[in-house]
């Protein structure tokens, strides 16, 4: 099914998680109906770059989110967030602060920093444009910064 222009639903559900544990990643009604905000707020970033966006996760059912040790109240479990790379414009954290830059409505933006870099963009209601910099048994900090 194509969300928007550029976004097929299969993008925001593919999870290698659910497919090894037998996991049902799909969408309900309700959050099928917050895909359609999210792909098309992506649509925007896509546009910001003018290159494609790899989606590296989207939608997780609640079952998913457990299982990958996703927050309890993660935006994905609703539908209003992905993670992301945009492979042609440069590395993550620079993505990052250029949407930080960017005019770009959103609720969060997270530079997440693990063993790989990844892009979170979550919007919501609230449209609070904030921006944090995560990392592994660190936490959070304000704004795009690596964090040691």
């Not at 040790?69 to 042609?88: I, K, M, N, Q, Y």
């Not at 949407?99 to 959103?106: R, Y």
């Amino acid at each position: 099914m194509q969300l928007t222009q550029h976004f097929t639903l299969a993008e925001f559900t593919r999870s290698d998680t659910a497919r090894r544990l037998g996991i049902d990643n799909t969408p309900t009604r309700h959050h099928l109906a917050n895909l359609h905000v999210l792909a098309a707020k992506l649509e925007e970033v896509r546009a910001l770059f003018g290159k494609p966006i790899i989606i590296t996760s989207g939608y997780r059912s609640s079952a998913l989110n457990k299982a990958v040790d996703g927050s309890a109240t993660s935006s994905h479990c609703e539908g209003l967030a992905a993670d992301f790379h945009v492979p042609g414009f440069g590395p993550d954290q620079a993505v990052a602060q250029a949407i930080a830059d960017s005019a770009l409505e959103f609720d969060q933006l997270i530079f997440e920093q693990a063993r790989t870099h990844w892009i979170h963009l979550g919007v919501g209601d609230r449209m609070r444009r904030e921006v944090l910099s995560w990392r592994s048994g660190r936490g959070y900090q304000r704004g795009i910064v690596r964090i040691a």
